[in-house]
Each structure stands twice: as structure tokens, then as C-alpha cells.
């Protein structure tokens, strides 16, 4: 992948969408859009996206009916679009229907996402029968089951249609839409579909096991699919033989059913690989330091997390308000600013101050004003050391808000006796307006199970987020997230700290004095130092 590419590429069926693209490519079209908007630093997001290339592909012959798009909201370009749209959670599925124009009230429709390529499916395909039951998608290929008994009103509505194909399956069955949506672009087949609770079809046509299919023609003969049709492939191989064998494309032809494209593989750009290469030296130059906390990565995240995060939540209110005001203030009291910099946290906070809601819009503002080399808040630009991926998708953001989170109880360690203070700001903050749903869920289930409340003083919640970190290092050891550079390990490392561990077991106190020493404040390293 490219930098600042995103999760998708050319080569993928996914529609790659963007702020300046967006409105001309979604609203006011013939046909429906289902877009998945993500973040690249997510990792569930990159777990999830081979699934959603799946999907692109495995339906692209819907194409005049339903196209599969992608945003990624991390991209600063596009954030104010996500904000609008109200997505809180990565990645998020919206359905948006056919004409679809702005509506404030309706920010396309939620849909849920499944754990594979075919539970993305089901669920897209019980939310099209949903719209239309509300009279949507009126020209699209009917996907309301057949609930006449009589064979007869089947060409009713479709009397464009040679023939028409019959499915009969259990009634949770997806077989018979898919179909419908198959053969959408062809006028002379019309797929349609009954459930086993249509029992006068069932007796009917004697219907010894299913899915079963049966095809009438308008010269009134019919002719049944007894036997060995499983998969929606065999029934899409029947279909098209009954109708002209010579439109039968082998099984393995990838290029699709009906429709073949070639694309250009994808000619990584010169100017990128030079930047690897010395981006590449950057990053074995600090992995050399041992674990060292800089400045960038934690205004990185700091900026982020305001500009993204909390600037894409249009509606902040009740919990959302009180978590805000939770970070906004341990942020002031621990954050490693100048004098500057805690005035800006100050504004900040004054936002909050008597207000029952507000827009993260809002934040974004007094965020940019200060963004600025003048304002003289940020000690440099946007970017990642320490955190900085050997891909574009990998670490970043994710990575710097946990060195923020640890530097924040280190330095509370040392400058106030309120031992929850930090893990209470950070436990709101991740359930509230942490991008990666699934994280913050994993996040609070830990609070829990972990027992975050019985943490009784500073050291121990040091402690605590150590274990926590370390948690979660186990569970995505391996995982497709994982950067290959920085392998997943029980932090910190053998030869980081060889006097933190006893034999199979930790050494508290050493791994206590490890963190205190890492995440001081003294040992903050500024870029061009070292
Ligand atoms: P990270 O794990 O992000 O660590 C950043 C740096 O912190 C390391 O480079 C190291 O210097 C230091 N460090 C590592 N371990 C510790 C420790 N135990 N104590 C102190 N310092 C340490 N991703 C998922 O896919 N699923 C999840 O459930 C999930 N939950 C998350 C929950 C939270 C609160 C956060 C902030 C992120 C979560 N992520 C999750 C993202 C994931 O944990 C990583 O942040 C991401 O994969 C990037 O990993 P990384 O290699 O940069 O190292």
C-alpha cells in the first residue's frame, strides 16, 4: 500500500471514496451504495478489509442495484465528511438508497457488519428486503419472497420476463435474492423466491428437499431442478445453461460471471520508495534507542485525538461531555506543554465550561488556531517516530495514544496522590470516542475483569495500564495488524529490562522502575536530539 493510500487499492472492486469525490459519486444515483467507513490504524479495520474486498467482488454483477465504496476517515481530508455522517465507530457499514440526497435526518442507514464475506452479505441483503418493504429500491429486481399459491401471478409483475426462475428454500435462506440480484441485468430472466411457509407451493411441487427450483417460461411449459443443485454457483451455472449454454463461463474464471475487467496492477510511485528507504533508516535508527518516548508521538496522538476523534462527534453531550471534561483536564495538569500549550488546554476546557452540549466542530477550531508554527504549542509537524509504521496502515495513532496514557499515570505518579484519576479520564475517552469499536469494547470489558476500580494508588495504576497494554499484546500477537518491524512482545522485553522478570514471572518492582524511567517527563526526546 501506498502512504496515505488507505486500506484499498485500484486493483479492489471497493469504490475508494473521499471528501472531494463523495457527494458526486453517492447521492442522487440510480443505484444504491453500501460504504464501509473505516480507519487505516484501526485494526479491526485491516482485519476487516479483506472481507469487504470480498464482498466488492463476489457482487460487483449488482452493480446497476448496489456498489460497495470505502472512506477512511483517519485521512484529514475526509474527517469533516465522517463528522458530518455522525461515525463514531470503526469501521462503520451506511446503506444509503438509490436518489439518496443531504438529509441531516437521514445519514444513511446503519447496517451490521458480520464476521465474513458472507455474513456481510446476509445482512446487506435483509437490509434491501427491509427497504423494500418501506416501498425503496421499487426498480430493483424484486427480493420479496412469493407469497401467492397459485404459480400463475408470478409473471404479473414481470412481464418483460421469457422465463422465470422459482426458488423455494427455508425461509432464512439468502439463495433466492442473491439470485434475483444476479440475474438483475438481464430483462429476459427474472429469479424470484418463496419460502417453505409457502405451503401450497411446497405441495405443489412435491418437494422432496431443498433449496429447490423450478422454471416457468411464457409459453407455459415449466421444468423442475431436481437433485444436486447446492450452491448458489450451481444454481447460477443451471440458470444460464437452461437459457443459452453458450453464455456458461467456467467455475474458476475469477474474472467474474458475467463480466470480465482487467486493471493495470498497481506501479508502485519512485518518489514513495525513496521515502521508505529513509523513513525505514529513521526507524531502525530509534528502535536502536531502546523504548523511547518523544514529544511528536505524543502531540501526534494529542492532536488526533482532538481533531478526529472528538472534532468528528457532532452531538457532545451527557457522558460524552463529562468524559471530555475528564481528559481536557488531566491532559492540563499532566500534558508535556510549555506555558502555551496549557493555555490552549485551558480554551479547551472553557469550551466546556456551562455548556449542556456542543459540536466537535466546535474543538476543531481553537485546534487549528494553535496548530500553527506561530501559536508556538506544537513542537513540530504531524508525525510518528517512535510509532512510525513500517506501512501507512500500521501503528501511528493507536500506538500514541497508549504512550499518552502511560506518560499521563507516570506523571501523575509524581505530581498528585489520586491514583484512578488518569485511568478514569482514559477509561472515558476510549469508551466514548475511541475510533476502534472493537478496542473500546475489549477496553472496558478489561476495566471490569481487571478490576480498574480496586486500583487504591499511583503506582498500582501504573501498574495497572502496564498489565492492560500487555493484555492486549498477547491477544494481537500475530494478528494481521501487527507490524512485522515491531512484533507484538510482553512489554517490556528481556533484553529491554532483563531485571523485570524472575524466571517465568514479572519482577513488580523493577518493571515499575522501567516505566517511571521510560515515561518521565525528563526523558522526553525532542526531534533532532540523539
Ligand atoms: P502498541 O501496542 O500500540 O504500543 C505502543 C508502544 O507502547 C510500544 O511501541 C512500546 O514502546 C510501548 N508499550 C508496549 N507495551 C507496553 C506496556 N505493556 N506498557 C507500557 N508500554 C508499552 N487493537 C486491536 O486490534 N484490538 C484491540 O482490542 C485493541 N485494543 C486497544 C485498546 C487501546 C486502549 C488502544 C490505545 C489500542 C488498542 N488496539 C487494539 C491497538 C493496538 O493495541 C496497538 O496500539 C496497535 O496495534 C499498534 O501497535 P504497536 O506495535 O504500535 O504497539
Not at 424484486?142 to 409483475?157: E, G, Q, R, V, W
Not at 460524552?320 to 496549557?342: E, N, R
Not at 456551562?354 to 508554527?373: C, F, H, M, R
Not at 493484555?471 to 507490524?483: A, I, Q
Amino acid at each position: 500500500l501506498i502512504e496515505g493510500q488507505g486500506l484499498y487499492s485500484a486493483d479492489d472492486d471497493v469504490e475508494i471514496l473521499t471528501n472531494n469525490n463523495f457527494k458526486k459519486i453517492i447521492y442522487g444515483q440510480k443505484n444504491a451504495w453500501i460504504v464501509e467507513f473505516y480507519n487505516s490504524w484501526c485494526g479491526f479495520c485491516q482485519r476487516f478489509a479483506p472481507s469487504w474486498k470480498s464482498l466488492a467482488k463476489d457482487i460487483k454483477d449488482w452493480k446497476n442495484i448496489i456498489k460497495v465504496g470505502a472512506i477512511d476517515c483517519s485521512d484529514d481530508d475526509n474527517s469533516a465528511l465522517c463528522r458530518n455522517f455522525e461515525i463514531m465507530a470503526y469501521p462503520t457499514l451506511k446503506y444509503f438508497h438509490e436518489n439518496y440526497i443531504e438529509d441531516s435526518k437521514h445519514l444513511g442507514a446503519d447496517v451490521t457488519k458480520g464476521t465474513d464475506m458472507g455474513e456481510h452479505k446476509n445482512y446487506l441483503i435483509k437490509h434491501m428486503i427491509l427497504e423494500q418493504e418501506n416501498k425503496r429500491g421499487l426498480d430493483f429486481p424484486t427480493l420479496l419472497p412469493y407469497k401467492h399459491s397459485n404459480i400463475l401471478h408470478l409473471f404479473d409483475s414481470n412481464v418483460n420476463a421469457k422465463y422465470v426462475f422459482l426458488v423455494i428454500d427455508k425461509p432464512e435462506s439468502m439463495l433466492g435474492p442473491q439470485l434475483s440480484l444476479d440475474f438483475n441485468a438481464y430483462k429476459e430472466i427474472c429469479v424470484r423466491y418463496a419460502t417453505t411457509e409457502n405451503e401450497a407451493l411446497t405441495k405443489k411441487f412435491k418437494i422432496q428437499s431443498y433449496p429447490f427450483m423450478t422454471v416457468l417460461t411464457d409459453s407455459n411449459t415449466s421444468h423442475d431442478f431436481n437433485g444436486q443443485l447446492k450452491s448458489r454457483e450451481d444454481f447460477r451455472t443451471a440458470i444460464i445453461e437452461y437459457v443459452n449454454p453458450s453464455l456458461v463461463i467456467k467455475k474458476n474464471d475469477d474474472s467474474g460471471l458475467f463480466t470480465g475487467k482487467w486493471v493495470n496492477a498497481e506501479v508502485p510511485d519512485i518518489g514513495s520508495l525513496i521515502e521508505a528507504i529513509s523513513k525505514k533508516q529513521l526507524r531502525d535508527k530509534v528502535k536502536k534507542m531502546g523504548n523511547v518516548v518523544f514529544q511528536a508521538d505524543l502531540e501526534s496522538a494529542l492532536r488526533y485525538s482532538l481533531k478526529h476523534e472528538i472534532g468528528t462527534t457532532k452531538d457532545i453531550f451527557g457522558e460524552k461531555l463529562d468524559a471530555l471534561k475528564a481528559y481536557f483536564s488531566v491532559l492540563i495538569k499532566y500534558f508535556p506543554f510549555g506555558i502555551q500549550g496549557k493555555a490552549f488546554l485551558e480554551e479547551l476546557l472553557d469550551l466546556l465550561k456551562d455548556k449542556v452540549s456542543l459540536d466537535g466542530a466546535t474543538i476543531v477550531e481553537v485546534v487549528n488556531k494553535y496548530d500553527t508554527e506561530a501559536a508556538n504549542v506544537f513542537s513540530s509537524k504531524h508525525q510518528w517516530i517512535a510509532c512510525d509504521g513500517s506501512t501507512s496502515e500500521k501503528r501511528g495513532y493507536p500506538c500514541g495514544l497508549w504512550m499518552l496514557f502511560h506518560f499521563l499515570t507516570v506523571e501523575a505518579s509524581e505530581k498528585t496522590n489520586m491514583p484512578k484519576e488518569v485511568l478514569h479520564a482514559m477509561k472515558g475517552y476510549i469508551k466514548n470516542y475511541f475510533g476502534c469499536a472493537d478496542c473500546s469494547r475489549h477496553f472496558q470489558e478489561m476495566a471490569v475483569s481487571r478490576d480498574l476500580e480496586g486500583v487504591t494508588s499511583a503506582n498500582s495504576a501504573i501498574l495497572w495500564l502496564w498489565m492492560a497494554h500487555n493484555t492486549v499484546n498477547k491477544r494481537l500477537s500475530g494478528d494481521v495488524s501487527e507490524d512485522p518491524e515491531f512484533p507484538k512482545v510482553q512489554f517490556p522485553s528481556a533484553t529491554n529490562c532483563p531485571k523485570c522478570r524472575l524466571g517465568t514471572n514479572w519482577d513488580y518492582n523493577e518493571v515499575l522502575k522501567y516505566l517511571k524511567i521510560m515515561y518521565n517527563s525528563l526523558n522526553i526526546r525532542y526531534i533532532g536530539a540523539d
